[in-house]
């Protein structure tokens, strides 16, 4: 006989790990499903403590760890220090019909272990902009309707920001706010000044406590900035530091690893589903697990990989195809571009402590007034340092060339970098390339994903605007850059599941559940149904809470 | 300081990207590493031979601590090793191109040496050592000048043609190895910032701070955080 739960998680990171939190807390027995290792807390962050001499490439990559990660290598993530947080792309690989980053976690945690704790409430527009422009289909939830829930995760998770009171950014609950830097401050105080305050420059909005909390053992942050390797105090929001604990103090979580969900299985009778059908990625073996309801959270591409793998002897596309929208509407943050500068008269002032945030300057563009040739707006994120290094004339060598190095700079500087909003296009898709296998056989996801017009519109703006406000803010040599971007690089994957009103034209109902299906339930980035311009994990949370409350009184209704 | 900063500050002072640094290689295609026919280091941790011999680890940590020597607050270079760090770098972290050109610019140095002070490099006086590297300063300026130019060239003749090429045929491109010496002071810099001693020693460290000051007094002379 298979195992029989209540509930079946697939995934555990920022998702995986609320759903896992929310439905145990409420009495349901649940068990969480990990394709990959288990990472443990602390004990896990084999590198957390290292100092940089002790990486014995000093954090450089080597022609190894290129040649394992033939995607990661296009942008950051691929380092010595989180090495082996990242899935080794050779054993998974993907194809894609046009370039796709995905940069992916396949450990206990996923990328809450990884992430940037960047989090944003959405504001009431971003849930009612494709009804009023008339794209894709109109999210069938409100912002008042997130607002509590939002309050909900948020006291768990532990947000440090400033109340600002704007429209744009609604305020979240906050722990005390990380502070500006000197530098930081004059710019801001320039820039709000000469915007009459339509421009804002703030603390970027971080799961970073800056209160400790000793009710789920965690320390406040003590400012190393090396969150990405596990931090050793719990001090941002992860599966580990947080949600875990809390789920297995009730006594109602099994957490499982290795366990790689093929499929969730499907009874075309009762049109519900029973519970999940998995690859022990040991064993190889397939075991079944069976439970009323299952929460997929395998991170947006891969909850819709399995989707797409479920119920195929009804449909052929997989569980959620009726609509004909499974794998479409793609969205990312599109970014990479900007603009920095020199800000000078600070040379009399230096940082104490490696601040893990920057700052932030929420969306203004086609709010109120301002009105742009193209759709929806995006937020700057950057920061100022003081940065390392004397200049020195040509051909120094020597003591000279060393004490120039040994010292900072005289100036700072601030650099500041765009996220915008990547619009629901439904031929932006992924499907199922059963030519190519990974290394348990599994067809992999072939990405057929670009930004259009409205993207490349916004992106003038976006590198413009922020030569313009540094320099009107003083900020002198001021240097605007594009760096170019694909989808995916910004780690935001979002869509392929989307919400909506209506089950001809979407795969969730406005309560994360599949229609098809509705004792399973989508929460984490592919139920999206836009992106705003905001780093999306914090709504991921609310979403994720609220849904799970819904499900479980559902369940005790008896209607699903 | 973070290390794409450092990489920056290395790539301005050497006028050329750092070899291996992110981003800078990123589309590098990995090949099998090159492996010294004679090899006489093997790395302690995987028990692997490294590229460069016991005598060339011996003069890159004589020429490394010509740039970044032992002063009064702090030891230099070759205190910190980086000679066998750069043999891990080079060994681990160069495509097989910029082995070559490392390992063969070693040679040249030495004829160089050989050439103009009848000594090999070890046996130079300081102010000779001095005045050596800096010749290499000079002839490694100009030379990387031109590859600069002529990658620039390239590069843009590769993206047009990516321009119009569907993503499976799309080309990387890969920077041309510049001058031996550029890698040596790259190296030498990477490695001795991120060493115990540079960031412990020759700038400043604090390994868990506990509070954030963002506007802390600086007096003249104070150090650079080492991150």
Redesign the interface.
Known sequence: MPEKYDAIVIGSGIAGGWAAKELSERGLKTLMLERGKNIEHVKGYVNA?K???EF?????????M??DHNVL????P??EQTYGMWENDKQNPYT????FDWYRGYHVGGRSLMWGRQSYRWNKWDFEANAKEGIAVDWPIRYDEMAPWYSYVEKFAGIQGSKEGLEVLPDSEFLPA?????A??DVKQKLESHYKNNRKMIIGRSANITEPKPEQNRTNC????RCWRGCSYGAYFSTQSATLPAAMKTGNLTLETNKIVLRVLYDKNTKKATGVEVLDAITKKTIEYKSKIVFVCASALNSTWVLMNSATDVWEGGLGSSSGELGHNVMDHHFRLGAGGTVTGF?????????PTGIYIPRYRNVYDDKRDYLRGFGYQGGA?R???QE?A??T???D???A????SNDWYINMSAFGEMLPYHENKIKLDKTVKDKWGLPVLDFDVEIKENEKRMRKDMMNDAAEMLTVAGVRDVKMYDAGYAPGMGIHEMGTARMGRDPKTSVLNGNNQVWDALNVFVTDGACMTSASCVNPSLTYMALTARAAAFAVEELKKGNI | MDRRELLKTIAVLTGSVVIGGELFLSGCKAKEPFVDTNPIITDTSTGLPKILTAAQVALLNEMADTIIPTTADSPGAKAAKVGEFMNVMVTDCYLPANQKIFTDGLASFETKCMAKYKKNFESLSSAERHDFIISLEKEAKPFDKKIAEDDKIRESSINKENDIATWAQRKEFVPTGRHPYTMVKQLTLLGYFTSEIGMTKARRHVSVPGKYDGALAYNDGDKAWSE
């Open positions: 403590n100092e940089k001499w014995q490439h000093r954090d450089e990559r080597t022609q190894q290129i040649s290598k296009r942008d950051y691929l380092n894609e019909t046009k370039r990380m502070e500006l830097n000197c930081e401050k003590q400012y190393r900035d040379s009399d002032k230096y940082e104490y402590g490696r601040r340092g940065g390392t290094g020195v040509e051909f060598i020597g003591e060339l060393k004490k190095l040994s010292s900072p």
